[in-house]
Structure formats: C-alpha cells, structure tokens
C-alpha cells in the first residue's frame, strides 16, 4: 500500500432486508471504497461458510464498495504479493 493510506479495521455497514437491518462488520476498509477481507481456511472451506462468504461479498459489492478477500494460507505464505495486489487495486482507480 501506499504511503499515507487511510485504512479503517473493523469498519461496520449496514444492510437492510425486510426482516430486520442487520449489521455486518468488514475486516478492513481502505480508502472508504476497498472492502479487504481475510478467510480463515478452516472456518470459510465448510459449505455454510462458503454460501455465507459468497452472500456477504455480493452484500458489499451492492453497496458500492471494491472486495479484495484474501485466504489465510495466502496472507502467511505471501504477504508481499498480498500487498501487491492491494496496491495494483489502489493504483486501477
């Protein structure tokens, strides 16, 4: 990432269906427009966490924002390339 970013941990947004609103929590946002999400590889590889992890990411894309999810394996095997690839999002706008 670039020097100067502004990044926000636990940023919450809000959802709204006829039921209720509910309220989500995002692991980062940067720049107030890129949603990055870590998917820990025990807990998001069961079914029920993948369908939750696809309904979630269209949630956030309807909403406006750009999702960058990263996998834990990934975030510990590579976190140059990670930040890389946030970089190469930051740098397409």
């Not at 926000?8 to 107030?32: C, M, Q, W």
């Not at 820990?40 to 960058?68: A, T």
Request: with cysteine.
């Amino acid at each position: 990432m670039r020097r100067g970013t502004k990044m926000s941990k636990l940023f919450p947004y809000f959802l709204f269906n006829p039921v209720s609103l509910t309220r989500k929590i995002v692991d980062a946002l940067v720049e107030g427009w890129l949603v990055l999400e870590a998917y820990g590889d025990y807990w998001h590889n069961y079914p029920d966490g993948l369908e939750y992890d696809d309904v979630r990411s269209k949630q956030i894309e309807c909403l406006g924002f750009q999702l960058l999810p990263f996998w834990e394996h990934r975030l510990n095997n590579d976190p140059n390339g990670c930040a890389d690839r946030i970089t190469y999002m930051m740098d397409c706008t």
